[in-house]
T-cell receptor
Framework: DVKVTQSSRYLVKRTGEKVFLECVQD?????MFWYRQDPGLGLRLIYF???????EKGDIPEGYSVSREKKERFSLILESASTNQTSMYLC????????????FGPGTRLTVT | DQQVKQNSPSLSVQEGRISILNCDYT??????FLWYKKYPAEGPTFLIS?????DKNEDGRFTVFLNKSAKHLSLHIVPSQPGDSAVYFC????????????FGKGTKLTVNP
């Protein structure tokens, strides 16, 4: 079974802080994703990575950066947290090729005060 | 521009009855479709998928129907159970096996005992 883990389930940070969200998958998947989920807006893609040290912007990359130094780990960084970044953050991974599904982590509920 | 649309934000059904969740898409290049289920404070879990070469796929109480000419798919849950109460996301993948999924905004299903 694929396991995707996220470093924290709940996190409270202050405006202006630098925030690191970590994601680890154990199935050697090439592709990893960061989404945020907000009520009424569904899942919005922030960044994704299809290989180590490779990254691409998703639909809402502003205010975020990512790091993928190892295949199993994909980090999301909020350079200077703002209250509008309060959200549920979801990490996912997927095998390359057709006919596969993305596997999601449990999510990190981030509150920025 | 929303390429995957779930026009009903919510749906309420009685236990034992059929739940029908709908999804429309605009991009004719999509050829693989998935449904995810999400409970509050958890990551989405994969439910069922369908390739564009099929018009139906069944897994236990869950059946997905695809109407390519109408660019419409639906998820049927029969019989519905209270534990099915969750948010359901429809997702689509373009032709060629892209790992990047396009998600709808979700439909919140409530199954009443």
């Amino acid at each position: 079974d694929v396991k995707v883990t996220q470093s924290s389930r709940y996190l409270v940070k202050r405006t202006g802080e630098k925030v690191f969200l970590e994601c680890v998958q154990d199935m050697d998947h090439e592709n990893m994703f960061w989404y945020r989920q907000d009520p009424g807006l569904g899942l919005r893609l922030i960044y994704f990575s299809y290989d180590v040290k490779m990254k691409e912007k998703g639909d809402i990359p502003e205010g975020y950066s990512v790091s993928r130094e190892k295949k199993e780990r994909f980090s999301l960084i909020l350079e200077s947290a703002s209250t509008n970044q309060t959200s549920m953050y979801l990490c996912a991974s997927i095998l390359s090729g057709e006919g596969h599904e993305q596997y999601f982590g449990p999510g990190t509920r981030l509150t920025v005060t | 521009d929303q390429q995957v649309k779930q026009n009903s934000p919510s749906l309420s059904v009685q236990e034992g009855r059929i739940s029908i969740l709908n999804c429309d898409y605009t991009n004719s290049m999509f050829d693989y479709f998935l449904w995810y289920k999400k409970y509050p404070a958890e990551g989405p879990t994969f439910l069922i998928s369908i390739s564009s070469i099929k018009d139906k796929n069944e897994d236990g109480r869950f059946t997905v129907f695809l109407n390519k000419s109408a660019k419409h798919l639906s998820l049927h849950i029969v019989p519905s159970q209270p534990g099915d109460s969750a948010v359901y996301f429809c997702a689509a993948s373009p032709e060629g096996g892209s790992e990047k999924l396009v998600f709808g905004k979700g439909t919140k299903l409530t199954v009443n005992p």
